[in-house]
């Protein structure tokens, strides 16, 4: 029998998994579980110092939506599903896939994802630190009423394997789907390997 489900699953030890109603990576909302946890604030390379250069009202230890002036290119990476993968993933030229997005931030050092509303059909695997934030339109305001959906065809929607630092993902809708030709494949939303200090909230 085919089933949605959720892995969360470790070949050592799983420290620390939220899925909580507001939960930040820093915060003691993990009952003590995972106390000093850094925010997502350190990634190098943002500038001379190895520190992102936000805008000056912008606190990366809050949600977009309560700090929409981070819902910036010199923070992020920009993703619609009417975009291009070939552009640069800014607010004007989004990219067309999370995927390439978490690559674009990665390499320029960029700690948070910003998709707006539209479905998108890649999976997604993570193997760095990073935070995906959906609630946006595609003029990029935040609203509890633009829902992104991550749902490939087949397979795992997102997986996180072997992250060291801080993951978190928050108001993106994550289906999974069963291959048609495998019998009683499952359809698993999200799996999780290996990570110590992942959250997801609002999904």
Known sequence: MRRLSWFLASAASIACIRMLGACYPGTDCDFGLCPGLPALDYVPEGGADGQIIAPADCDLAKSPKDSPACIDESVGIFVSPEGDDGATGTKEAPV???????ELGAARGRPRIYVCEGTYDSNVHLEASV??????????????????????????????????GPVQVEGIDIVGSADAAVPGDSAIAAFVSESSNVSFRDV
């Open 96 to 102: 067309r896939n999370i995927a390439k997005a978490v």
């Open 131 to 164: 935070a995906i934030f959906g609630g946006l339109t595609c003029a990029w305001a935040p609203s509890d009423e633009a829902r992104p959906k991550l749902a490939p065809a087949k397979g795992i929607a997102l997986q996180v394997t072997k992250v060291e």
